[in-house]
C-alpha cells in the first residue's frame, strides 16, 4: 500500500515524501480514503500508530477548497494537551507547506495575542484544548457555526482529564451537519456514548499494534532500594546501549534532583516537569529532539504523549502510582517499528504500585537481574557526595508524598489548569470526585478501560 493509492493531492504526497514516510501505516491506510470522503469516523488504535497523519493528510487536502472567514474557523481539532496540540499544529506545517493554509493554535500557558489575532482574521484550522477553547468561547471571542470539521483526538485521554462535558458543550456549538473524526487508544463506554450522541453513522476502524510491535518494547523491573536507585540507574544508562532515555519519576521535585545529579555525574541530561513554563518545556524537550541532551527526566504530567522518535529507553525511576500512566511511559519507546527497552524501578515503597501496573497490563514483568557485584557496588566516593546524604533520610514529601499537581495520590488525576474559568470548573467538578471516591473502593485507580493489547505479550530477554 502506497500514499499515492488513498486519494490524495500531489502537493500532498510531495510534503510526505520529504517527511520520509514511504508507506502509510495501517490506520492510515484505512482511515485517509473514508475522511476524504467526508465521512465520520471512529479510529482506534494504539499509541504510536500514526493517528495524527490519519486525520491532519485528508484535512488538509479538504481544506485546500473553500474561503476563511473572520472569527470562524472552518475545522476544529481538540487535544487533551497543549504538548499534543503543538504537536498537531507541527504536522500541519510539515505536511501543509505546499498549501496555503492558516492555523491557529489555543492552549494554555503561551500569550493569546498572535493566536487570537490569526482567528480575527480567520482560519482554516484550530487546534485546542477543551479548557482555553471554552475560555475564548465565553468572552466572545470566537465562533463555531462555520466549523464544519471536528476531530476529537486522544479521547480516552479526554476522558482521564475530565474534559468530557466541555467537549459536549463544543459539539452542541458546532454545526450539526458537519464531520466528524474521533481517535482514541481505547475506547470506554463514555466515549462510546460521546460517539454515539455527536458522529453520524461513522465508519468505524480498529487497529490492533502490527504482530512486530508487539515485542518492541521489551521490559524489566529492577529491585532496588530507594537508596540505591540513581547509582543502579546510572550504571544502566552506562552499560545497556542507551542512545536516548526518558527517565519518569513521580515528583516533581524528584525529577529536579535527578536532572541535577545526572548532570554532576557527567550525563547531557535536561528536565521537564510541570513547575516550568510552556516555553521552557517546548525548549527543553528541543534540545532533546535536536540531540544536545541525549537523556531527559520527566514528569507524567509534562510528559503526557511526547513524540520523540528514536527513544531508545524509558525508566521508571519511581513506579507510577496510576499504572495507566505505565502504559503511557513505556510507550515513548519503541515506537514506528523501533524497538526500545523499559526499566520499572521497584523499591519496597513501589511494591503497592507495581501490583496495580501487573494487574492492569495481566501478567509479570520480567525481573531484571543485575549482574551479583553491580546489584550492589561498593560504594565509590564520588557516589555519595553530601547532598545526597540529605536525600537519602526520608524527606517530608517521602512520608507524604503528592503528586505533581498536588493532590494527595489516590485521588483523580487533576486536569489541567488552562485559565481561571477551567480552575474553578475544575474545582467544584474534583470536589464531586473526592466525595464520591470516599465511597470507592481505595484501591481502584479509576481506570475501566481494556487492556493494551501489546502489553500483554512479556519481555523478550
Ligand atoms: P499516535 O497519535 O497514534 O500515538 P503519532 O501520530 O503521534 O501516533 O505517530 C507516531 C510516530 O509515528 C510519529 O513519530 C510519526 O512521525 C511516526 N509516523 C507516522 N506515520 C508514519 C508513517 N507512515 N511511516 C513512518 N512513521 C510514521
Ligand atoms: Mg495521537
Known amino acids: 500500500m502506497n500514499f499515492a493509492d488513498l486519494g490524495l493531492s500531489d502537493e500532498l504526497l510531495q510534503a510526505v515524501e520529504t517527511a ?14 473514508p475522511v476524504l470522503m467526508m465521512k465520520d469516523l471512529i479510529g482506534i488504535a494504539q499509541t504510536g500508530t500514526g493517528k495524527t497523519a490519519s486525520f491532519v493528510l485528508p484535512m488538509i487536502d479538504i481544506l485546500a477548497h473553500g474561503r476563511r472567514r473572520a472569527l470562524m474557523p472552518r475545522s476544529l481539532i481538540l487535544e487533551p494537551t497543549r504538548e499534543l496540540a503543538a504537536q498537531v499544529a507541527e504536522n500541519f506545517e510539515k505536511y501543509g507547506k505546499n498549501h496555503d493554509l492558516k492555523m491557529a493554535l489555543l492552549i494554555g500557558g503561551v500569550q493569546m495575542g498572535d493566536q487570537v489575532k490569526a482567528l480575527q482574521e480567520g482560519v482554516d484550522v484550530l487546534i485546542a484544548t477543551p479548557g482555553r477553547l471554552m475560555d475564548l468561547f465565553e468572552r466572545g471571542k470566537i465562533l463555531l457555526t462555520g466549523c464544519e470539521l471536528l476531530v476529537i483526538d486522544e479521547a480516552d485521554r479526554m476522558l482521564d482529564m475530565g474534559f468530557i462535558p466541555d467537549i459536549e458543550t463544543i459539539c452542541s456549538k458546532l454545526p450539526t451537519n458537519r464531520q466528524t473524526l474521533l481517535f482514541s487508544a481505547t475506547m470506554p463506554p463514555v466515549i462510546k456514548k460521546l460517539a454515539d450522541r455527536f458522529l453520524s453513522n461513522p465508519k468505524y476502524i480498529e487497529v490492533a499494534r502490527p504482530a512486530t510491535t508487539n515485542t518492541n518494547i521489551v521490559q524489566h523491573k529492577v529491585a532496588v532500594t530507594t537508596r540505591k536507585k540513581r547509582e543502579v540507574l546510572r550504571h544502566l544508562l552506562r552499560n545497556d546501549d542507551v542512545s536516548t532515555a526518558i527517565i519518569f519519576a513521580n515528583r516533581k521535585t524528584t525529577v529536579r534532583e535527578l536532572a541535577k545529579s ?15 513554563d510552556q516555553p521552557a518545556r517546548l525548549a527543553e524537550l528541543q534540545r532533546f529532539k535536536d ?13 503526557r504523549g511526547l513524540d520523540v522518535k ?3 529507553h524509558v525508566f521508571n525511576f519511581d513506579t507510577p502510582w496510576h499504572p495507566d500512566d505505565y502504559v503511557h511511559r513505556i510507550g515513548r519507546t519503541g515506537r514506528g517499528g523501533a524497538s526500545g527497552r523499559a526499566f520499572t524501578f521497584v523499591a519496597p515503597e513501589d511494591a503497592e504500585a507495581i501490583d496495580n501496573v501487573e494487574k492492569l497490563t495481566g501478567g509479570k514483568i520480567p525481573v531484571y537481574q543485575m549482574p551479583a557485584e553491580e546489584a550492589a557496588p561498593a560504594p565509590a566516593r564520588e557516589e555519595k557526595p553530601r547532598r545526597e546524604k540529605r536525600e537519602r533520610s526520608p524527606a517530608r514529601e517521602e512520608r507524604a508524598p503528592v503528586r505533581e499537581d498536588n493532590a494527595p495520590i489516590r485521588e483523580e488525576r487533576a486536569p489541567r489548569r488552562e485559565s481561571r474559568g477551567d480552575e474553578q470548573r475544575r474545582e467544584r467538578r474534583s470536589e464531586g470526585n473526592r ?12 481506570w475501566n478501560g481494556p487492556i493494551p493489547e501489546f502489553l500483554h505479550v512479556s519481555a523478550l530477554a
Not at 262 to 276: P, Q, S, V
Not at 291 to 303: F, R, W
Request: hydrophobic share 35%; aromatic share 4%; proline share 7%.
Open 435 to 446: 466525595s464520591r471516591r470516599r465511597e470507592q473502593e481505595p484501591a481502584d485507580d479509576g
Open 291 to 303: 540531540g544536545s541532551i541525549n537523556i531527559l527526566v520527566a514528569s507524567d504530567v509534562a510528559a
Open 20 to 33: 520520509g514516510y514511504s508507506e502509510p501505516t495501517p490506520i492510515q491506510a484505512q482511515a485517509i480514503p
Open 310 to 312: 528514536g527513544v531508545s
Open 262 to 276: 545526572l548532570k554532576r555525574h557527567g550525563f547531557t541530561a535536561g528536565e521537564i516537569h510541570g513547575d516550568m
